[in-house]
């Protein structure tokens, strides 16, 4: 036991003690500590092994979508480059022609307002010479033969392709039920003037004539616009058959074709 400059008493063993503990408490936090910057560096090398991943999945994914569209380009070659090593020739002179007739009937119209359907697409265009002013779908013909066990008499259900001319039109049209009609429906045939062939609604709010029984008309089916479906008429939706009937006057020419 001794005394210190302030007249304390200090314990030799206490001293030991404290001091034993002091060092044990920081050799703890050294270990503690050095476990930590383990654990950090374990971690910050796990982050960049993630980064690294991450990186290469993307790469990954980039090159799977580069090949997928090497495989689409690859099946679509065929279609591109058919084994006809003409082809290509064949539509460039294809092309050259188109573009002559297109120049030829541009000046043969003058710039007159007509009709253009294209019967193998379905599609109706109002040009203006050779400006387009609009286009509608449209069902053509759907094509086949309607034969009449009892007369013999056939009907073929397509739309005629050619020159034509809107000869007339009419607003709230009645459509005189033909023989085919009631022979597909099984029905027996009515006299040619009796009033039951007139029905109201099925044409549509408006008509346009094209002559020889064929018309542009509208359809209770417009979900089966845009692909063959008519007995032979044109038949256009209500929204662009209003448009047509106020646009094409009586007279205008009228191009089908294929």
């Known amino acids: 036991m001794s005394e210190n400059a302030f007249g304390r008493t200090v314990y030799p063993l206490a001293l030991a003690l404290w001091t034993g503990a002091f060092g044990w408490r920081a050799c703890a936090i050294s270990r503690d500590g050095d476990a930590l ?16 991943g991450s990186r290469a999945l993307r790469a990954l994914v980039r090159e799977a979508g580069e090949r997928a569209g090497d ?23 294809i092309e050259g022609e188109v573009g002559l007739l ?22 109706l265009y109002i040009k203006k010479g050779a400006q387009l002013l609009w286009q509608a779908d449209v ?17 073929e259900f397509v739309t005629p392709r050619g020159e034509f001319r809107v000869i007339g039109k009419a607003v709230n049209p009645q459509w005189r039920k033909p023989d085919w009609a009631y022979v597909e429906a099984g029905e027996p045939v009515p006299p040619p003037g009796d009033p039951s062939r007139m029905v109201s609604g099925e044409l549509g ?3 346009m004539n094209l002559g020889d029984g064929y018309l542009i008309h509208g359809t209770k089916r417009e979900e089966l616009l845009g692909r063959p479906a008519s007995h032979g008429c044109v038949r256009v939706g209500a929204a662009d058959l209003e448009k047509l009937y106020a646009s094409v006057p009586n007279g205008t020419r009228v191009f089908i074709f294929e």
């Open 37 to 52: 910057a383990r654990e950090a560096g374990r971690l910050e090398d796990e982050a960049r092994a993630l980064d690294d």
């Open 71 to 93: 495989a689409r380009f690859l099946q679509d070659i065929p279609n591109i480059l058919p084994e006809d090593k003409g082809y290509l020739r064949t539509q460039k002179a």
């Open 102 to 123: 297109r120049a030829k009937v541009a000046k043969r119209l003058k710039g007159a307002l007509h009709l253009v359907i294209d019967a193998k697409a379905n599609k």
């Open 139 to 155: 069902s053509v013909g759907r094509g086949g033969v309607l034969k009449d066990a009892k007369s013999g008499r056939k009907w």
């Open 205 to 207: 709010a408006f008509v």
